[in-house]
Nanobody, 122 residues
Framework: QVQLVESGGGLVQAGGSLRLSCTAS????????MAWFRQAPGREREYVATISWSGAYTHGVDSVKGRVTISRDNAKNTVFLQMNSLKPEDTAVYYCAAGARMSDRDNDYAYWGQGTQVTVSS
């Protein structure tokens, strides 16, 4: 069982940066692939980035490549999403998720946080 709590969201101007954190409880965090998804109002939840259990492998959706970095600190049971050069279209609720393997499909993740709101003003 893994419980996830996101933090770090907020209101930022376009071009700004935010660092989201997701802290996990449970013994299996260090063996779980982690991911970030987001859901904008009126839109389906979409994949943002994923990281392997060791942190050695990462992958991000094309729309955020070069602007977003996913990382993790297994000693602190935390995964991060560093977002730079934010755009208004990045506005969404951001969710972290834990699963057995890296994937860009939300069905592959068994555990989800409650989400943190990111709002980017123009």
């Amino acid at each position: 069982q893994v419980q996830l709590v996101e933090s770090g969201g907020g209101l930022v101007q376009a071009g700004g940066s935010l660092r989201l954190s997701c802290t996990a409880s449970g013994r299996t965090f260090s063996k779980s692939a982690m991911a970030w998804f987001r859901q904008a109002p009126g839109r389906e939840r979409e994949y943002v980035a994923t990281i392997s259990w060791s942190g050695a492998y990462t992958h991000g959706v094309d729309s955020v490549k070069g602007r977003v970095t996913i990382s993790r600190d297994n000693a602190k049971n935390t995964v991060f999403l560093q977002m730079n050069s934010l755009k208004p279209e990045d506005t969404a609720v951001y969710y972290c998720a834990a699963g057995a393997r890296m994937s860009d499909r939300d069905n592959d993740y068994a555990y989800w946080g409650q989400g943190t709101q990111v709002t980017v003003s123009s």
